[in-house]
């Protein structure tokens, strides 16, 4: 969600808006000052104050409603000879911390305009908040939109930014993360190549590398994620007009 300061002090310097308890910075656009608020996918549904602080305190305050998001359930069988990779506890640790480490470290100012592109052609074959079960294990939800089509087939960056991560992970496979500025980023996964390298900077539809199915994965696609402070959300909210601040 975009919180949105519509007649800010005329000399505010800064200023944070607390949403569930945690703070995020706000930035300056024209007039007003905005930024960018994760909803996890397991947060509670029902009532939330939102309050803005700066120098002189709080400023601003309101309220916000959070409904259920009609996330759908699915349960799948799986040969355990493809879900080995899950068992691997200390690996999977290891990629979490490399991606929080990347995501706490993002660009102050917003690096891009306009709604996003898809970064492929493809069919959607599955949507950000699925919550799938794998063999009768617990629901765990997808945290990004599947876009399948050949290995091969072209992945371009959804947005301008900074490359914050090219390399191999574990379970995401061939991974690119992308800094989109005031905490944003999308990350593109399972590649079967990487066509950019870590400090580049892209613009909207630049190539970042080809489809594929390394990772865990199961036929070549690409798993595409928006993080907001760390949290995953929908990438899809970011392809729409309203996000602009
Ligand atoms: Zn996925």
């Known amino acids: 969600m975009i919180v949105r300061l519509l007649r800010p002090p005329s000399d505010l310097?800064?200023?944070?808006?607390f949403?569930?308890?945690?703070?995020?910075?706000?930035?300056?656009?024209?007039?007003?000052?905005?930024?960018?608020?994760?909803?996890?996918?397991?947060?509670?549904?029902?009532?939330?104050?939102?309050e803005v602080t700066s120098a002189a305190g709080?400023?601003?305050?309101?309220?916000?409603?959070?409904?259920?998001?009609?996330?759908l359930y699915e349960e799948i069988?799986?040969?355990?000879?493809?879900?080995?990779?899950?068992?691997?506890q200390e690996a999977i640790n290891e990629e979490r911390q490399t991606l929080s480490t990347v995501h706490a470290g993002?660009?102050?100012?917003?690096?891009?305009?306009?709604?996003?592109i898809m970064p492929a052609v493809g069919a959607i074959t599955n949507s950000f908040g699925l919550q799938r079960s794998i063999n009768g294990g617990p629901y765990s939800g997808h945290t990004g939109m599947d876009i399948a089509n050949e290995a091969g087939t072209t992945l371009v960056a959804a947005a301008a930014g900074t490359v914050a991560l090219a390399e191999e992970l574990f379970l995401y496979g061939?991974?690119?993360?992308?800094?989109?500025?005031?905490?944003?980023?999308?990350?593109?996964?399972?590649?079967?190549?990487?066509?950019?390298?870590?400090?580049?900077s892209v613009e909207r539809g630049d190539p970042?590398?080809?489809?594929?199915?390394?990772?865990?994965v199961s036929g070549a696609h690409v798993h595409w994620e928006a993080i907001v402070h760390g949290t995953r959300v929908d990438p899809v909210l970011f392809t729409q007009d309203g996000i602009e601040p």
């Open 13 to 17: 310097a800064w200023a944070n808006v």
């Open 19 to 50: 949403f569930a308890g945690v703070p995020y910075p706000m930035l300056a656009v024209e007039d007003r000052w905005f930024a960018y608020v994760a909803l996890g996918q397991y947060i509670p549904t029902g009532g939330y104050p939102l």
């Open 58 to 71: 709080t400023i601003a305050s309101g309220q916000v409603t959070v409904t259920d998001g009609g996330f």
């Open 77 to 88: 069988e799986l040969p355990p000879s493809s879900i080995g990779l899950l068992s691997d």
């Open 106 to 116: 993002f660009t102050q100012e917003r690096l891009w305009s306009g709604p996003w």
């Open 174 to 200: 061939n991974a690119v993360v992308i800094d989109h500025g005031a905490g944003v980023f999308s990350s593109y996964n399972h590649l079967q190549a990487i066509t950019v390298v870590a400090g580049q």
């Open 208 to 216: 970042i590398g080809e489809m594929g199915e390394t990772g865990f």
